[in-house]
C-alpha cells in the first residue's frame, strides 16, 4: 500500500522560498502521476502542480507558474515542490497525491492516494 508523508512547510516572509517534500514508502512511485495541491481555509483544495511518472510532463496552476517547480527524484522515491516568490495567498496546507493518471487528470481530480499534509504559511 501507497504511503505519502509531505514535509518542509514552514512560516515564511513574502518573497520567501520553501522546498516541499513528498516521500512514498510501501510502493515504487515510478509508474505513478504525482500531484501536489493545496487548501487553504474556507475554501476549496486546488491542483497547484503535477508531474508525470516520466518527469518528462508537468503542469501548473496559473497562479504559480513561473515561481513553483516540481520535479521527482525516483531514486529516492520523492517528489519535490520548490516554491519561490511566496505571497500571502500562498497559504495553505499542501498535500501530494499520486495515481496512475496522466498529468491533467491528476491535477484536476486528485488521485486515490494522499498524504496528511503540511501547512505553509506566508505572512510578514
Known amino acids: 500500500q501507497l504511503q505519502l508523508v509531505e514535509s518542509g512547510g514552514d512560516l515564511v516572509q513574502p518573497g520567501g522560498s520553501l522546498r516541499l517534500s513528498c516521500a512514498a514508502s510501501?510502493?515504487?512511485?515510478?509508474?505513478?502521476?504525482i500531484g501536489w495541491f493545496r487548501q487553504a481555509p474556507g475554501k476549496e483544495r486546488e491542483g497547484v502542480s503535477c508531474v508525470s511518472n516520466s518527469g518528462d510532463s508537468t503542469h501548473y496552476a496559473d497562479s504559480v507558474k513561473d515561481r513553483f517547480t516540481i520535479s521527482r527524484d525516483n531514486a529516492k522515491n520523492t517528489v519535490y515542490l520548490q516554491m519561490n516568490s511566496l505571497k500571502p495567498e500562498d497559504t495553505a496546507v499542501y498535500y501530494c497525491?499520486?495515481?496512475?493518471?496522466?498529468?491533467?487528470?491528476?491535477?484536476?481530480?486528485?488521485?486515490?492516494?494522499w498524504g496528511q499534509g503540511t501547512q505553509v504559511t506566508v505572512t510578514s
Open positions: 510501501g510502493a515504487t512511485l515510478d509508474y505513478y502521476a
Open positions: 497525491t499520486a495515481d496512475y493518471l496522466s498529468v491533467q487528470a491528476i491535477c484536476s481530480m486528485g488521485g486515490d492516494y
